[in-house]
């Protein structure tokens, strides 16, 4: 099941950019899941920047594949996903509003949360916007992927 068509306002998806801007952070060695299918093109460009990546429509709670996971994920989904990507016990790296890092539910998962956040906002595409930049921008959540730092401005 592909949950981004789920909701009108989770239909953004990932330009190329997205990926460029954090490629040095992802370990060309590792297979990549990248769960939320939408459109297809954000595994296209991952794998257009060297990456070997698993894209397919399907259902992100009922598999588990990849050796890490790296997602623009349906935002109106966050705690569900958080929550089976903490149970998934995998390194990953979710484009994700910044809010949620004051959610409750999120510090009460989350304690070691590494953050990547770009000094200029990405911009998606989707719902008849080519240039969508979400109020607030968007920060790279990322979890056991031995960032040098666990606070990284881009």
Known sequence: MDFTLQKASDNYYSKKEVWE???QYIPK???IYEPFYGDGKSGQYLRELGFHVIHEPIDFFENDL???IVSNPPFSLRKAIFTRLKKLDKPFIMVMFPIVLSCKW???IFDD?????PKSRVKMYGNGKENYTPNGGVWYFCWKMN???DLIII
């Open 21 to 23: 801007k954090i490629q």
């Open 113 to 117: 949360i590494q953050i990547i956040i």
């Open 106 to 108: 999120f510090l009460d």
């Open 29 to 31: 060695d590792k297979v």
């Open 66 to 68: 990849g050796e890490i």
């Open 147 to 149: 960032l040098p730092k």
